[in-house]
């Protein structure tokens, strides 16, 4: 690795640390640069997943004023999307790649709808479950964003906010603060499990791990700050982009 490559990833590292933590889409930033500079995309894959942690931790750590009484939620959903993160990464031996680009692409469009429609759908389902902690349909919306966040990751905040903000009578800032240490959680354990069947570049997860954690750091920063509106208005338009890269690619 050149001198130049590691800059490169460093600073895709950034880029991804801060996106995943306002929005969460940081994947179609490093994996993509990874593939250009020759990395297998199961190593690219495995090492990203990797270094995105620390970035993930530090983004729900500028986000703990938010994390503020999500205790018991976060040990309910954390669970269901650790189990989550770990079935989707062993499905990526099982399944054909063609299955996931015909399939992501749909859940992030969805996923773009609920987002944009969560204040209507909030007040015509008040009368449903929406429970302090989350019922069992937000468990059962963790665990399937955590699938697919194991199985590629790209957009798996923009999933998880789509689905829990109609799911949970809750502000989008601590929902996406919630995102933060879910999807943290769903990289750690998708990482072990590609540590376990694929080689994994250590310099690559070093290098993205120190920028994913300046990243984390600034984004948490300037969304912390960012009224509702525009921050949904963010997160439509990284999903919108997310859905025409995979498109085309």
């Not at 948490?220 to 509106?229: C, E, F, T, W, Y």
Request: glycine share 14%; with cysteine; aromatic share 4%.
């Amino acid at each position: 690795m050149t001198p130049l490559e590691a800059a490169v990833i460093a600073v895709a590292g950034v880029c991804a640390g801060a996106i995943n933590t306002v929005v969460g889409s940081g994947t179609l930033i490093t994996f993509p640069v990874l593939l250009a500079l020759g990395y297998p995309p199961v190593v690219a894959n495995a090492s990203n997943s990797i270094g995105l942690v620390p970035g993930g931790v530090a983004g729900a750590i500028g986000y703990r004023y938010e994390l503020t009484g999500q205790r018991k939620r976060l040990l309910r959903l954390g669970g269901a999307s650790l189990l989550g993160g770990i079935t989707g990464a062993l499905l990526l031996l099982v399944l054909s790649p063609d299955v996931f680009e015909t399939v992501v692409p749909i859940l992030i469009v969805i996923a773009l709808i609920l987002v944009v429609a969560q204040p209507w759908l909030s007040r015509r389902l008040a009368s449903m479950e929406r429970h302090e902690h989350g019922g069992a349909s937000a468990i059962a919306a963790a665990y399937g964003a955590g699938v697919y966040g194991g199985y590629f990751g790209a957009a798996q905040g923009v999933l998880l906010v789509g689905m829990l903000g109609i799911l949970m009578d809750e502000g989008l800032q601590r929902l996406n603060a919630l995102k933060n240490v879910l999807t943290a959680g769903v990289n750690l354990v998708a990482g072990l499990v590609f540590v376990a069947i694929a080689d994994v570049d250590w310099l690559v997860v070093l290098l993205i791990a120190a920028g994913s954690t300046a990243g984390g750091i600034l984004g948490a920063k300037i969304g912390r700050r960012l009224p509702p509106v525009v921050l949904r208005g963010l997160i439509v338009l990284v999903g919108l982009v997310a859905v025409v890269l995979l498109v085309t690619d």
